[in-house]
C-alpha cells in the first residue's frame, strides 16, 4: 500500500500509531475523536504494544518531528525514516527474542555442537523473518510477543514459575493473539501446584503465581483503569467481534491496501470454498461454533498437562494448543500461524523431521501474502537455507524411525497393527517429498502463471487448502504423541 491514499497500507499504520500515542493523551488512544479517526488505522493492540509505540515516537521526534506531526505526517514515506523504522525492528529482536532463543538452547541437555546448531536453525526459521522484516507489519512484532513467551518458557524450564508468569503476562499485554499458548502455561502451572498439595506448598505457589499476574495486569492497564468505559473501550477494540468468522483486519470489506484476506490455512476458510459459512450461518453462531470446536480440540491435552505436568509436555501442549486455535478459533489470520511455529522450533533438537517439515508448510502458507509484499526471492533463498541448515545439523532424513518421530508409545498399544509401522520411515520420507514438490510447484504457479479469468483466486485458495490439509495432519500428529507420551512422568527426573 505504499504511496496509495487514502490508507497507504500497513507501514504507514504503525507509523500512525506512533503518531497517536505520542500527540495524543492515554484517554484518547483507543476512542474515535477528531484527532484519532479509528477507520484510519486505530489502535487495536494491547497497551504494551501503545507503550511501545509511543517509546518508538519519542526517539522518532528527537531525529525528525515531521514523522509524526499529528494529522500532516499522514503518509509520510522517505528512506530515512524506513531506516528509523527498520532499525527499531533489530533493535526489538536483539533486546527480547534472540537472547531469549540462545539461552533457551543453552539450557538444553545437549552437546555444545547441538545447542548451537538448534539456535541456528530456530534464527533461521525463513517465516518469523519475512514477516517482521520483508512484509513489516511491525507492531505485529512477533518477535517481541514470541521473544517474551520463550523468556516464559525459559523462566518455567529453569522452574522459576513466577518470573515464567510474568514474562508470558508481558507476551499476552503486547499481543492478544498469545491467548493461543495461554492454556498451556494455565494448566502446566495449574498442573504443578496440585502436584505440591493444594493444602500445603501447592496452595502457596498458586497464590503466589496470582499475585503474579494479578501485578503484571494491573502495572500494564493502570493508566486505563481510571474508570469502566476505558477498560470496556479498549477491551472491544482488541476482540471485535461482530467482524465474523474470517475477517481478520479492521474492516468488513477490505480494502486493497489491506492485506488481510480469507484465504488462511484453517478449516474454516479452507471449508468456506464448498461452503459459503458466512452466508448460511449468522455471526452470533459462527462465534459460538468455533469456540466449541476450538475447545474440545483442546480439552484432551490440556487435562493430560493438567494431571501429569512435565516440561516435555508444556512444550508439545504449546504446539497443538497453537495448532487448535489456528485451525479452528475465530478470525484468524495467516500470519499466526507464526504462534505455533515458534513452540514447533524449541522441540527441532527432539523432534527434527517433522519439525522442519512442518516450518517449512508454514512459511508456504502465508505465500500470498509474501508474493503481494514482493518477497518471492527473500522467500526463496530463506526456505532453501533454512531446509539446508537443519539437514546438516540434525541430518533429518534420518530420523524419520518410529522412535525418532516419538511414536513408539503410540505404536505399542496398536499392538496387532505394530507391522503397519514397518515400511514407516519410508512412507514418511515420501510423503516428506511428495509434499516439498506440491508445495515448490505451487510456489512457482503462483509466481509466474496467470490465473484463469474465471478463477482469479485459484492459487491462493490452493496454497491455503493443500497447507490446511498438512497443519490437520501435523495436529494430529502432535496430539497423538502429547497423549501417548510415556515419559511425562519421568520428565523432572530426566531433567
Known amino acids: 500500500g505504499a504511496g496509495k491514499p487514502p490508507m497507504y497500507g500497513d507501514y504507514e499504520a504503525q507509523r500512525h500509531w506512533q503518531e497517536v500515542t505520542y500527540n495524543l493523551p492515554i484517554k484518547q488512544w483507543y476512542f474515535n475523536t477528531s484527532d484519532n479517526n479509528l477507520l484510519y488505522w486505530g489502535l487495536d493492540y494491547p497497551p504494551l504494544t501503545a507503550y511501545h509505540s509511543f517509546l518508538c515516537a519519542y526517539v522518532a521526534k528527537l531525529i525528525n518531528p515531521d514523522w509524526i506531526a499529528l494529522h500532516t505526517s499522514r503518509g509520510y514515506e522517505s528512506q530515512s525514516h524506513k531506516l528509523f523504522m527498520r532499525t527499531t525492528v533489530f533493535v526489538a529482536d536483539l533486546l527480547i527474542y534472540i537472547p531469549a532463543v540462545i539461552l533457551y538452547c543453552h539450557s538444553l541437555k545437549e552437546t555444545s555442537t547441538k545447542k548451537k546448531a538448534s539456535a541456528l536453525c530456530i534464527l533461521l526459521y525463513p517465516g518469523l523473518i519475512l514477516i517482521d522484516h520483508g512484509h513489516f507489519q511491525y507492531p505485529f512484532f512477533f518477535c517481541m510477543s514470541l521473544g517474551f513467551a520463550l523468556w516464559g518458557v525459559l523462566c518455567l524450564s529453569y522452574d522459576w514459575d513466577l518470573l515464567g508468569s510474568v514474562a508470558f503476562c508481558l507476551a499476552l499485554n503486547y499481543k492478544q493473539m498469545e491467548l493461543y499458548h495461554s492454556l498451556p502455561f494455565f494448566c502446566y502451572l495449574l498442573g504443578k501446584c496440585f502436584k505440591k498439595g493444594l493444602k500445603g506448598k501447592g496452595l502457596l505457589l498458586l497464590t503466589k503465581l496470582a499475585g503474579a499476574v494479578l501485578a503484571s495486569f494491573a502495572v500494564c492497564w493502570l493508566p486505563f483503569c481510571t474508570d469502566v468505559e476505558q477498560i470496556m473501550q479498549v477491551l472491544r477494540r482488541l476482540f471485535p467481534i461482530d467482524r465474523g468468522l474470517f475477517e481478520a483486519c479492521m474492516f468488513s470489506s477490505p480494502p486493497p491496501c489491506?492485506?488481510?484476506?480469507?484465504?488462511?490455512?484453517?478449516?474454516?476458510?479452507?471449508?468456506?470454498?464448498?461452503?459459503?459459512?458466512?452466508?448460511?450461518?449468522?455471526?452470533?453462531?459462527?462465534?459460538?461454533?468455533?469456540?466449541?470446536?476450538?475447545?474440545?480440540?483442546?480439552?484432551?491435552?490440556?487435562?493430560?498437562?493438567?494431571?501429569?505436568?512435565?516440561?516435555?509436555?508444556?512444550?508439545?501442549?504449546?504446539?497443538?494448543?497453537?495448532?487448535?486455535?489456528?485451525?479452528?478459533?475465530?478470525?484468524?489470520?495467516?500470519?499466526?500461524?507464526?504462534?505455533?511455529?515458534?513452540?514447533?522450533?524449541?522441540?527441532?533438537?527432539?523432534?527434527?523431521?517433522?519439525?522442519?517439515?512442518?516450518?517449512?508448510?508454514?512459511?508456504?502458507?502465508?505465500?500470498?501474502?509474501?508474493?503481494?509484499?514482493?518477497?518471492?526471492?527473500?522467500?526463496?533463498?530463506?526456505?532453501?537455507?533454512?531446509?539446508?541448515?537443519?539437514?546438516?545439523?540434525?541430518?533429518?532424513?534420518?530420523?524419520?524411525?518410529?522412535?525418532?518421530?516419538?511414536?513408539?508409545?503410540?505404536?505399542?498399544?496398536?499392538?496387532?497393527?505394530?507391522?503397519?509401522?514397518?515400511?514407516?520411515?519410508?512412507?514418511?520420507?515420501?510423503?516428506?517429498?511428495?509434499?516439498?514438490?506440491?508445495?515448490?510447484?505451487?510456489?512457482?504457479?503462483?509466481?509466474?502463471?496467470?490465473?484463469?479469468?474465471?478463477?482469479?483466486?485459484?492459487?491462493?485458495?490452493?496454497?491455503?487448502?493443500?497447507?490446511?490439509?498438512?497443519?490437520?495432519?501435523?495436529?494430529?500428529?502432535?496430539?497423538?504423541?502429547?497423549?501417548?507420551?510415556?515419559?511425562?512422568?519421568?520428565?523432572?527426573?530426566?531433567?
Open 258 to 495: 489491506c492485506k488481510c484476506s480469507d484465504k488462511v490455512a484453517n478449516i474454516w476458510c479452507s471449508l468456506s470454498v464448498l461452503i459459503k459459512i458466512k452466508n448460511v450461518v449468522s455471526p452470533q453462531t459462527q462465534l459460538k461454533l468455533s469456540f466449541a470446536v476450538t475447545f474440545l480440540s483442546l480439552l484432551p491435552t490440556c487435562i493430560k498437562l493438567t494431571v501429569q505436568p512435565s516440561l516435555r509436555g508444556f512444550k508439545l501442549a504449546l504446539v497443538s494448543g497453537a495448532l487448535s486455535f489456528f485451525l479452528f478459533s475465530f478470525q484468524v489470520h495467516e500470519k499466526s500461524i507464526l504462534l505455533v511455529s515458534v513452540p514447533v522450533c524449541l522441540i527441532l533438537n527432539e523432534i527434527p523431521f517433522m519439525a522442519t517439515w512442518f516450518l517449512l508448510v508454514s512459511t508456504f502458507s502465508m505465500l500470498p501474502l509474501l508474493l503481494k509484499d514482493g518477497l518471492l526471492l527473500a522467500y526463496a533463498v530463506t526456505t532453501l537455507a533454512f531446509l539446508s541448515t537443519c539437514e546438516a545439523s540434525f541430518a533429518i532424513f534420518d530420523k524419520t524411525s518410529v522412535k525418532d518421530l516419538q511414536l513408539k508409545p503410540f505404536s505399542v498399544s496398536l499392538r496387532g497393527f505394530v507391522s503397519w509401522f514397518k515400511p514407516f520411515p519410508r512412507v514418511v520420507r515420501n510423503l516428506f517429498l511428495l509434499s516439498v514438490t506440491l508445495m515448490g510447484a505451487l510456489s512457482v504457479m503462483s509466481a509466474a502463471v496467470h490465473p484463469p479469468h474465471k478463477f482469479p483466486d485459484l492459487f491462493p485458495i490452493l496454497v491455503s487448502s493443500v497447507s490446511c490439509l498438512h497443519f490437520l495432519f501435523f495436529w494430529v500428529y502432535f496430539n497423538v504423541i502429547m497423549l501417548w507420551d510415556s515419559n511425562s512422568r519421568n520428565q523432572k527426573k530426566a531433567s
